[in-house]
T-cell receptor
Framework: GAGVSQTPSNKVTEKGKYVELRCDPI?????LYWYRQSLGQGPEFLIYFQGTGAADDSGLPNDRFFAVRPEGSVSTLKIQRTERGDSAVYLC???????????????FGPGTRLTVL | QKEVEQDPGPLSVPEGAIVSLNCTYSNSAFQYFMWYRQYSRKGPELLMY????GNKEDGRFTAQVDKSSKYISLFIRDSQPSDSATYLC?????????????FGKGTMLLVSP
């Protein structure tokens, strides 16, 4: 079946602009995660959704970042007043179970490469 | 000090070599240990998953965990050029029924034919 998909694959914007990044999780996966991967670094956790609600947004760097998942499937990460330091690859992952069990594997999408000029 | 330390490499080896990749961690709450492979401009792909100290083998890959030393390893036998990628270690602890991943920086592996 289809994996996690993310659109757009690349986004170039200017400092101060607003951007939206979209994630389509694997069908039936209730848990959805956003991570940010800066150049030369591992992914860093941003936010976790269980269903429609953000169960943990402790990784969001500041209030310019916001994410929604209104119907419990597709999620959108929104960044206001973008800054050059926001340039990174934004990864989305989904998992079937949110129980933290041994089989709660997170499957990653290809990411959206955001460049802020 | 970061919670998870991983040498970024690059690590260059000839085809057929045995590769050893390592991570150390400081958070005793980590219970689950994973290795992801990431090809250039792709998302991470899960290779190995383990939650206990000791070895776990899957084909050419062996994951090793030493919780007492807070040290994990991934061994790749008979390395192939197609193994050239960045290898990320990741760890998680359970929080109220879910887990988020804490990654190392990743080690870039180059296997030459």
């Amino acid at each position: 079946g289809a994996g996690v998909s993310q659109t757009p694959s690349n986004k170039v914007t200017e400092k101060g602009k607003y951007v939206e990044l979209r994630c389509d999780p694997i069908s039936g996966h209730t848990a959805l995660y956003w991570y940010r991967q800066s150049l030369g670094q591992g992914p860093e956790f941003l936010i976790y959704f269980q269903g429609t609600g953000a169960a943990d947004d402790s990784g969001l760097p500041n209030d310019r970042f916001f994410a929604v998942r209104p119907e419990g499937s597709v999620s959108t990460l929104k960044i206001q007043r973008t800054e050059r330091g926001d340039s990174a690859v934004y990864l989305c992952a989904s998992s079937l179970l949110a129980s933290g069990s041994s089989t709660d594997t997170q499957y990653f999408g290809p990411g959206t490469r955001l460049t802020v000029l | 000090q970061k919670e998870v330390e991983q040498d970024p490499g690059p690590l260059s080896v000839p085809e057929g070599a045995i590769v050893s990749l390592n991570c150390t961690y400081s958070n005793s709450a980590f219970q689950y240990f994973m290795w992801y492979r990431q090809y250039s401009r792709k998302g991470p792909e899960l290779l190995m998953y383990t939650y206990s100290s000791g070895n776990k083998e899957d084909g050419r890959f062996t994951a090793q965990v030493d919780k007492s030393s807070k040290y994990i390893s991934l061994f790749i036998r008979d390395s192939q050029p197609s193994d050239s990628a960045t290898y990320l270690c990741a760890m998680s602890a359970k929080y109220s029924g879910y887990s988020t991943l804490t990654f190392g920086k990743g080690t870039m592996l180059l296997v030459s034919p």
